[in-house]
């Protein structure tokens, strides 16, 4: 089994079945996308680019979007907490998740995805 995917499998409950389904709609949004393992936690690339993480931390887990910088839709669903480049979503419940706005912010950050990180 690959880390990125031990990772997901070993989280306990409900943030086992958060990751497995921003999974399948990551995969789903992005179907050339790539899961690697780096810094510890699954990270999806498209074309050799980063276009987001998944962190199970705390009482959360934590979907992060290095584009952010670049985008002007949703952020007010989005969370920087004194971070520079990354914004992300935060899900403690399954129920937490909003396919419909997840999917928008994903067709975002793929409009953005070759560009730099900082604007």
């Known amino acids: 089994m690959k880390?990125?995917?031990a990772y997901i499998l070993?989280?306990?409950e409900p943030f086992k079945s958060i990751l497995m389904h921003l999974q399948i709609l990551i995969e789903h949004s992005f179907p050339e996308a790539v899961l690697k393992y780096k810094w510890r936690i699954p990270c999806y690339y498209?074309?050799?680019r980063p276009i987001c993480y998944l962190n199970q931390s705390k009482d959360y887990v934590d979907v992060g979007f290095w584009h952010s910088a670049h985008l002007t839709k949703y952020t007010e669903h989005m969370v920087s907490e004194n971070r520079k480049v990354v914004k992300s979503m935060r899900?403690?419940?399954l129920e937490d998740i909003n396919d419909e706005l997840f999917i928008l912010i994903l067709k975002e950050v793929e409009k953005h995805k070759h560009k730099s990180f900082l604007k």
């Open 10 to 12: 070993k989280q306990s």
């Open 46 to 48: 498209v074309n050799s």
């Open 91 to 93: 899900y403690k419940q």
């Open 3 to 5: 880390p990125a995917e």
